[in-house]
């Protein structure tokens, strides 16, 4: 939450509608009810009474500048606690940034305001016009995150998301406890990590990390979107079961993030990779397929093996072959999920990211250069799942019929 920042008259004055307005923000990071519409209601029903107390301050105690700056901003504030815009908040913050500059939260205020209005620039206007005032925590968060939002329709999003990086790894060094900060970091390199089309491991592993050092602050413990964005993480990782805890966990705490229906479509793709795996593969199919696999000339750099040899992680300098016997449909557009096996019958799962779904289709002979291998072995709700499985992240790690992929199959 916000922290009034700059220049606030008669701060004994103006104390108990302070803390009414802290109450009431703080009532809106933890309030989640299963009904959104419950919420609304409520925070309106608790800004009428912020409302109630601010106006209790005589009129003859708020008439100069500096007065009334801090009272249009805690209205302005208050006005603009709910989800929607409001023009009367925005007029009433326009207000106090007029009388009194340096009341920095007021600028942040007037840029969230302006912000759901759809006015973004005006929006990064006022959070750089406060920041000019010296550094902030709040500000460079609020910078960060409508720097991602602005990414969406840029020409160069990926130079705007890493500009989002910076602001948010700035914010951290002013106060490296600060849950909300990491929490935006966090966001920033799972921004980038689709911004750069969805296959840059090391993007997911540092937006992880982040989401962790964010878990470490108690305030972040109650905020359902650190939850679920970080089931998303280790979706991506191919943590399946840490994934479908934190989507659950994220559903409980609003139901609004359609959370439990991401872990019901991530049950789904589980079930059919295993039905393909254990029910679909005919021993005689199977054995006819494997068969059939070419031997192909590799450099001298990769060494052959068979998925029984694969070491947990990444096996430099090894190539595995396998036929295709599956495409597994999925909703997600990333990654793609095929099922092989190798010339010992061996079959296994590989997750394809950064690769056009018409680059690999049933049938094909595919080898893979140095891969990224995991065993999968969990139970989640009575059901056990237990596959092999290989992480395929760019065009230049596939051979698909002897063949280099050429580059118009990258995403």
């Known amino acids: 939450m916000s922290i009034p920042t700059g220049e606030i008259a008669g701060d004994d004055l103006f104390a108990p509608a302070t803390v009414a307005v802290d109450d009431l923000y703080r009532f809106r990071y933890n309030y989640f009810p299963l009904n959104p519409e419950e919420r609304v209601s409520k925070l309106q029903s608790q800004s009428d009474l912020a409302l109630q107390i601010l106006d209790t301050i005589p009129i003859e105690k708020r008439k100069l500048p500096l007065q009334r700056a801090t009272y249009e901003y805690l209205r302005g504030k208050i006005l ?45 206007n006022c959070f750089t016009f406060a920041l000019s005032k010296g550094p902030n925590k709040n500000i460079l968060c609020q910078l960060s995150m409508l720097e991602r939002k602005l990414a969406q329709d840029a020409e160069n999003p990926e130079e705007i998301v890493n500009d989002s990086i910076k602001h948010a790894s700035e914010a951290i060094t002013l106060d490296v406890k600060e849950g909300y900060s990491w929490y935006n970091l966090g966001n920033g390199f799972l921004t980038s990590f689709f911004v750069t089309g969805a296959w840059d491991h090391s993007k997911l592993l540092q937006s992880l990390k982040a989401y962790q050092n964010a878990e470490r602050d108690e305030k972040m413990k109650s905020n359902p979107d650190l939850y679920y964005n970080c089931a998303t993480v280790n979706k991506y990782l191919e943590n399946y079961e840490r994934a479908l805890s934190g989507f659950e966990a994220a559903a409980l705490m609003d139901s609004g993030l359609n959370a439990m229906e991401d872990a019901r479509m991530m049950v789904l793709l589980l079930e059919k990779l295993d039905y393909l795996l254990r029910g679909q593969i005919k021993a005689k199919r199977l054995s006819s397929l494997s068969s059939s696999l070419a031997t192909l000339d590799l450099s001298h750099s990769y060494k052959r093996a068979t998925m029984d040899l694969l070491s947990e992680g990444l096996n430099k300098g090894i190539a595995i072959a396998g036929k295709v016997l599956f495409f597994a449909k999925n909703e997600s557009l990333a990654p793609l999920y095929y099922v092989l096996s190798d010339s010992n019958h061996t079959s296994y799962v590989i997750t394809v990211y950064g690769i056009r779904n018409d680059a690999i289709k049933e049938g094909d002979q595919v080898t893979l250069l140095e891969p990224f291998y995991r065993s999968v072995d969990f139970s989640w709700k009575g059901k056990h799942y237990q596959f092999k499985s290989v992480r395929v992240d760019f065009v230049e790690q596939v051979l698909v019929n002897g063949k280099c992929l050429s580059p118009h199959h990258a995403v």
């Open 80 to 124: 603009d606690v709910v989800p929607v815009y409001k023009k009367e908040a925005e007029d009433h913050l326009s207000k106090a940034v007029k009388l009194n500059p340096s009341l920095v939260d007021a600028w942040l205020c007037l840029g969230n305001c302006v912000w759901k209005k759809g006015d973004l620039n005006a929006a990064k």
